[in-house]
């Protein structure tokens, strides 16, 4: 219990226990925040309680529990792609999930607390992508399953305790468990051919956490100076940074959004297509409706064409957001 919490602290604290609404709770834990002194030993409180507050914030009152894996590396892909949170112990990595989703992981200030997978939805603008939280690689033992889940994902998060000085140890030493299985990890963008036999090539970023207690290096340009990977920096603290986390991690997946519109009508903005980064126009009509190729004319963009409601070429390729307009024979 660290020191001096007052009285009135205690008392908020009591109502929050006591409340069934979640607008009471969000309430109580505001007034505990208020009156938390602020020094050293209360940081891991201000984070628990901060964490509550976001938590409770995104809830529905409907409880949406997070789905169960049937066996731990068999998850079925849902949303725009399978995410999944790796590195060495007590980065963060449950932290992130539960700030970010619906789903309750055990987070806590000693190592190794994770045991199996646990899978949230992360919500960015109107996508939904499946995040999932598993145990740390260490030296010691790893089951064989994480690194089977890891092999099958679309994209790897390698956690990096930005608290710690050693970050470019911490990153050599999960870098090497990971290809001590053959894995390896690439930036987003890379082209990379076929897997050869025996190693698997996975898109990867660095998400370097707690990013409010940096210690006094420049983490983010230490890494950046070790490797081709991205860098992301992340604290649960800062919203900012989870906005600009949760852009990169959708952003990697290298998915774009194509949206449609009726001549002479308003966007439909509700549900995107979802189409791999480099599709073209030909291949968004087709993705839309597979008889429309036939009764193609022509198409008008709103986005990425040199100005709104350009008409342009069928292999003309879109960008994230672009809307495309479909004009029949
Ligand atoms: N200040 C601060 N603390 C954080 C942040 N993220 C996580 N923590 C703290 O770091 C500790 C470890 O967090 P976990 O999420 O349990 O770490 P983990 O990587 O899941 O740990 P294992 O499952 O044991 O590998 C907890 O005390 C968290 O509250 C952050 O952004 N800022
Ligand atoms: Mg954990």
Same mark, same amino acid.
């Given at each position: 219990?660290?020191?001096?919490?007052?009285?009135?602290?205690?008392?908020?604290?009591?109502?929050?226990?006591?409340?069934?609404?979640?607008?009471?709770?969000?309430?109580?834990?505001?007034?505990?925040?208020?009156?938390?002194?602020?020094?050293? &030993?209360?940081?891991?409180?201000?984070?628990?309680?901060?964490?509550?507050?976001?938590?409770?914030?995104?809830?529905?009152?409907?409880?949406?529990?997070?789905?169960?894996?049937?066996?731990?590396?068999?998850?079925?892909?849902?949303?725009?792609?399978?995410?999944?949170?790796?590195?060495?112990?007590?980065?963060?990595?449950?932290?992130?999930?539960?700030?970010?989703?619906?789903?309750?992981?055990?987070?806590?200030?000693?190592?190794?607390?994770?045991? &199996?997978?646990?899978?949230?939805?992360?919500?960015?603008?109107?996508?939904?992508?499946?995040?999932?939280?598993?145990?740390?690689?260490?030296?010691?033992?790893?089951?064989?399953?994480?690194?089977?889940?890891?092999?099958?994902?679309?994209?790897?998060?390698?956690?990096?305790?930005?608290?710690?000085?050693?970050?470019?140890?911490?990153?050599?030493?999960?870098?090497?468990?990971?290809?001590?299985?053959?894995?390896?990890?690439?930036?987003?963008?890379?082209?990379?051919?076929?897997?050869?036999?025996?190693?698997?090539?996975?898109?990867?970023?660095?998400?370097?956490?707690?990013?409010?207690?940096?210690?006094?290096?420049?983490?983010?340009?230490?890494?950046?100076?070790?490797?081709?990977?991205?860098?992301?920096?992340?604290?649960?603290?800062?919203?900012?940074?989870?906005?600009?986390?949760?852009?990169?991690?959708?952003?990697?997946?290298?998915?774009?959004?194509?949206?449609?519109?009726?001549? &002479?009508?308003?966007?439909?903005?509700?549900?995107?297509?979802?189409?791999?980064?480099?599709?073209?126009?030909?291949?968004?009509?087709?993705?839309?409706?597979?008889?429309?190729?036939?009764?193609?004319?022509?198409?008008?963009?709103? &986005?990425?064409?040199?100005?709104?409601?350009?008409?342009?070429?069928?292999?003309?390729?879109?960008?994230?957001?672009?809307?495309?307009?479909?004009?029949?024979?």
């Amino acid at each position: 219990m660290p020191a001096n919490l007052p009285p009135e602290y205690l008392e908020a604290e009591e109502r929050f226990r006591e409340a069934d609404a979640k607008d009471e709770k969000i309430s109580a834990l505001q007034r505990m925040l208020s009156l938390l002194p602020s020094h050293k &030993g209360t940081d891991k409180i201000e984070a628990d309680i901060r964490r509550r507050i976001s938590k409770l914030k995104k809830s529905s009152d409907k409880k949406k529990g997070p789905t169960r894996a049937k066996t731990p590396d068999q998850i079925e892909s849902q949303g725009v792609g399978q995410v999944v949170l790796s590195g060495m112990p007590n980065t963060g990595k449950s932290a992130l999930l539960d700030i970010l989703t619906n789903a309750k992981p055990k987070v806590a200030d000693f190592p190794f607390s994770t045991y &199996g997978p646990t899978i949230g939805m992360l919500s960015y603008e109107d996508v939904q992508i499946q995040l999932i939280d598993t145990p740390p690689l260490s030296e010691e033992h790893v089951e064989n399953w994480v690194f089977n889940l890891i092999r099958k994902v679309d994209l790897v998060l390698l956690l990096i305790d930005g608290s710690l000085e050693n970050p470019r140890e911490q990153f050599r030493r999960s870098r090497d468990l990971l290809s001590d299985e053959g894995i390896y990890l690439f930036p987003p963008d890379y082209d990379f051919k076929i897997d050869e036999i025996g190693r698997t090539n996975r898109k990867g970023l660095i998400i370097v956490t707690k990013n409010d207690e940096p210690s006094d290096e420049d983490i983010t340009s230490i890494l950046k100076n070790g490797t081709e990977l991205p860098v992301v920096p992340v604290s649960i603290l800062e919203e900012d940074t989870l906005d600009e986390f949760s852009r990169s991690v959708f952003k990697s997946l290298q998915k774009i959004r194509a949206y449609t519109k009726k001549p &002479g009508e308003e966007p439909d903005l509700q549900e995107p297509y979802l189409l791999d980064r480099g599709s073209t126009v030909i291949e968004a009509v087709k993705s839309i409706h597979r008889d429309l190729v036939e009764e193609l004319d022509y198409v008008r963009i709103w &986005g990425s064409g040199r100005f709104d409601g350009q008409e342009v070429a069928q292999d003309h390729v879109l960008e994230d957001g672009d809307i495309i307009e479909i004009h029949n024979k």
